[in-house]
């Protein structure tokens, strides 16, 4: 209901918050109230009700349709940016689920970190249900049926509470209303062995058992955030909002490289995070080649990259995690002290990398074909190429075009040597030349039909020496006549 | 004819770690006569010196189309070679100058084609003067450009010409041979040559082009020499 009307503020057509207004979706008989205001709630509308009856109760009562599946998106957001209040965040369709374990104390105790949540999502113009409890149902259960920012002091608190806030659906607890079973102490009382003879067969939505148990603690269930948080996280938390990280980015590079040295790791990959103060964030990675823990390095990477994060309205939080990490003792690389020349190449390549993407710099490494186009493979540039296969006997070109350039040759049919040859429009007569060499199609990995490949190395009147080959023969039955492309060209 | 191995140096410290001469540790430019991109690079490799230190070689769009790109097995010596191949001209010699920041390097071989905007003075003199603090020697090579104002120290131009007789076969070419132009230079006299490639020793041969021998005699008086 508030996103629906900051959206209303935003687009300037906000009905005032006087009238009653409700969201609505689709029922099976007719629309239903899906949220309403605080004024429809004050006349009578309930949550639920078909909107036809709430008409005849509220006549002036006003309609629009609900978007749950943005509320939804809306609250996953919201749940990433919750992380600065404590590393384990979820959303579970209706709700925030915070693991606030250890993390209490850094706002000041229990009581002073709801206090500054509730305050934090009321600046995003959102109310909030907050509860503490040792457990997910229990907190649930706490949030939505229990006192305002209630607060676990014992198991007491749980049993006035109702069947609803024990995560059911609706038939389960329309059941056990029936059954006199009103809150979750009376269904505490219960022998278990009945309950568990009763609902023997139910899945755990629907099991009042095994949600009992999780609320109590018997029965475990971990948070699962949509990413696990970094090991090594710094931040650097603002009075007020700003909108250009550059001058936080050296001291959070080195407060990380100093949790990193201390734990002897070094970081391959980084994210740094704004905290936005509209209840987003915003996120700009980098990735390095060799774990690195150098601070002036890391501030370098992201030089470039900061003004691609996107500061909304301005930040007051700013996040700088290491999320892969690789075990980096100290080494020394040699007794002298010199230079460590495998260290500068990896620092280059993250320089180059960062700047130009990953796939801009690679590393030519020989591989066994005699085809001249898969003779040659690409790697990452500190990749560890294989076992060199023996190289060639035969004088290959210098430079080799990627795609060969077909030229019309005269040449003494069927398999002579070109004499003349024209190339990007332009007559070069042969002198000299030497071959064939000829090189047949790969049977395993070529198409049926490849023809073979006589190459000519050619130098012509002006000096040009030139890597010509006519693909296939007169007379192998595979296609016309056999067509000419020039491929290289030699020093 | 006067027949010489290597280019006349005058002092500059150049590194010679297989006992080789190599390439001066400074910005040099090449410049490509028309379709002789091979023979340029040819000429740069074989200035280069030996040794397992990488080469990056950065390409140019319309280079790595028009003149083709570096190929492992033409390079001959197993050296490990670094390629990036970028769009615009201006990111190549961002490129350039960020392996040049790099002491790991063999060298940096870069190809621009025409005469982009962003090759100016101020362009070629951060290279220079970022080769020369790192001692990695980069190489500038220009396809169909024109010799404009630069800091590179020395420019050369190179051309193909018709290559030696082979010994084996006197139909086929045999060692490549170049037109090699130094025409332009900080410490050296310019010159014109005729370089041969040794292919089997990986070894220039020069013999001066002019044949009166008036420009090969000596340096010269120190008044008359170049400044690049």
Redesign the interface.
């Known amino acids: 209901m508030e996103r629906w009307q900051r959206e209303q503020d935003r687009t300037g057509n906000a009905p005032s918050a006087d009238l009653p207004q409700v969201l609505v979706v689709e029922g099976a008989h007719g629309p239903v109230v899906h949220a309403a205001n605080r004024a429809a709630c004050l006349a009578g509308v309930a949550t639920g009700a078909r909107v036809v009856d709430m008409r005849a109760i509220c006549p002036s009562l006003r309609v629009d349709y609900a978007d749950p599946q943005g509320d939804l998106a809306a609250l996953e957001r919201l749940a990433l940016w919750a992380r600065r209040w404590c590393p384990w965040t979820a959303a579970d369709g209706q709700g925030l689920i915070l693991d606030t374990t250890g993390s209490d104390h850094l706002w000041g105790g229990e009581p002073a970190m709801l206090a500054e949540m509730e305050g934090r999502l009321s600046l995003l113009g959102l109310s909030s249900r907050l509860a503490l409890a040792p457990t997910w149902g229990a907190a649930w259960a706490l949030a939505r049926f229990g006192p305002v920012r209630a607060i676990w002091r014992g198991a007491a608190d749980l049993a006035p509470l109702p069947v609803a806030g024990l995560r059911l659906g609706d038939e389960t607890a329309l059941l056990l209303h029936r059954l006199g079973l009103k809150t979750v102490g009376d269904l505490a009382a219960v022998p278990r062995l009945a309950l568990a003879r009763r609902f023997a067969r139910a899945q755990l939505a629907e099991n009042p058992l095994l949600r009992l148990d999780q609320m109590t603690g018997h029965l475990a269930e971990p948070l699962a955030p949509p990413d696990a948080p970094a090991v090594f996280c710094a931040e650097a938390r603002l009075a007020e909002p700003i909108f250009d990280p550059t001058h936080h980015l050296p001291g959070l590079c080195d407060d990380l490289c100093a949790r990193l040295a201390v734990a002897g790791h070094g970081a391959r990959r980084l994210r740094l995070t704004v905290y936005r103060t509209d209840g987003e964030v915003a996120s700009i990675e980098v990735a390095m080649a060799a774990p690195s823990r150098e601070a002036a390095h890391l501030v370098f990477l992201f030089r470039d990259r900061l003004e691609r994060i996107d500061p909304g309205f301005g930040f007051d939080l700013i996040a700088l995690e290491a999320t892969v990490t690789e075990p980096l003792a100290v080494v020394q690389a040699n007794l002298a002290g010199g230079r460590d020349e495998a260290l500068e190449l990896s620092r280059l390549v993250d320089r180059l990398t960062v700047r130009f993407g990953v796939g801009a710099m690679s590393r030519a490494v020989p591989r066994a074909s005699h085809i001249p186009e898969r003779a040659e493979g690409r790697m990452p540039p500190l990749a560890t190429p294989a076992p060199l296969p023996p190289p060639s006997l035969a004088e290959r070109p210098l430079r080799l075009l990627d795609h060969p350039e077909e030229v019309r040759v005269l040449y003494a049919v069927p398999e002579g040597p070109p004499a003349q040859f024209v190339w990007r429009r332009q007559t070069h007569r042969a002198v000299r030349y030497a071959g064939p060499e000829r090189i047949a199609p790969e049977w395993w990995q070529d198409r049926p039909g490849t023809r073979l490949r006589d190459y000519f190395k050619v130098e012509d009147d002006t000096g040009h020496r030139y890597w010509l080959f006519r693909e296939g023969l007169h007379d192998d039955g595979r296609g016309g006549d056999p067509r000419w492309f020039l491929h290289g060209m030699f020093t | 004819m006067s027949r010489i191995s290597t280019f006349p140096d005058a002092g500059r410290q150049t590194t010679a770690p297989g006992g080789r001469q190599g390439s001066p540790l400074t910005l040099s430019e090449v410049f490509a006569e028309a379709?002789?991109?091979?023979?340029a690079?040819?000429?740069v490799?074989s200035q280069l010196a030996r040794g397992a230190?990488?080469i990056l070689w950065i390409q140019d769009r319309m280079s790595?189309?028009e003149?083709?790109?570096?190929?492992?097995?033409?390079?001959g010596d197993?050296r490990?070679?670094?390629?990036?191949?970028?769009t615009r001209p201006a990111?190549v010699l961002?490129?350039a100058e960020?392996?040049l920041?790099?002491?790991?390097?063999g060298a940096v071989i870069a190809e621009l084609w025409g005469d982009p905007p962003a090759l100016n003075f101020t362009a070629t003199k951060r290279l220079a003067l970022r080769a020369e603090a790192t001692g990695v020697p980069c190489w500038l090579i220009r396809h169909s450009g024109t010799a404009d104002l630069s800091a590179a120290r020395d420019r050369w131009r190179i051309?193909?010409?018709?290559?030696a007789p082979?010994p084996d076969?006197t139909?086929?070419?045999g060692d490549?041979?170049w037109r090699v132009d130094l025409f332009r230079s900080r410490d050296k006299p310019p010159m014109l040559w005729v370089a041969r490639?040794d292919r089997a020793a990986d070894r220039l041969d020069l013999s001066a082009a002019v044949s009166d021998g008036t420009l090969a005699a000596g340096a010269g008086p120190d008044g008359q020499r170049a400044i690049g």
Do not use: Q, W, Y
Request: net charge positive; with cysteine; hydrophobic share 35%.
């Open positions: 379709r002789s991109g091979a023979g690079a040819g000429f490799l230190a990488p790595c189309r003149t083709g790109r570096p190929c492992l097995a033409g390079l197993g490990t070679l670094l390629r990036m191949e970028i990111d961002v490129a960020e392996g920041r790099s002491k790991a390097l051309a193909s010409l018709p290559s082979n076969d139909k086929a070419p490549p041979r490639h």
